[in-house]
């Protein structure tokens, strides 16, 4: 696949197969995918690939958000539908009080989770960035690990092989394409 075929043919995937990626693919697509540019070479990027105990934890912890804005019954559905995903991985950022340079952390943080969607999608893993409420929370950075004055969420990213491959469009270039004399 040229890495324009990965680029389009990529997609959010919503459900995954029960078989597990293993860690050492991960580890590489994370070993490869730093390779982002990243202003002042910060190499701004936490990454935490979590187990049964963590993941259990988070669906704990995002059914008692959703059972009190939506009620048990939806949150007994999504529990259900978060306990079926096979491999979670969370990114952090450093924080940083110039506004600049935590933009910019941001941004590279970003070209990182690219990467690392498309290193995946050419090995036939699909990923779904996350940034559900419970994602923000100072419960989540416990259950990480992470010191939440020191680092914050860029996403959850699960992954797993597809179950299915849903489609997407995009507007046409000339929506968002102005040529400037
Ligand atoms: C920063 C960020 C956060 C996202 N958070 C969510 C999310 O919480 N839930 C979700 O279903 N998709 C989330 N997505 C995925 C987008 O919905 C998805 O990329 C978009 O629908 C386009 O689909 P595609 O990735 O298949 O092209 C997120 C994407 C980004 C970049």
Redesign the pocket.
Known sequence: MSIADIILN???I?TFKKEKVPDTLIEEALRTSRWAPNHYLTEPWRFYLLGDQAKSAIIEENSALITCAKGEHVAAIKSRRWSAVPGWLVMTVLKSHDEKKQLEDYAAC?CV?QNFMLYLWEQGVGV?????EVVSTIEFAQTVGFDSDAERP??LFWYGFPEQV?T?MRKPLEDSLQHVL
Do not use: Y
């Open positions: 990529r997609r959010t919503h970003c989770a779904k960035w996350t940034t559900g860029v996403g849903g997407q």
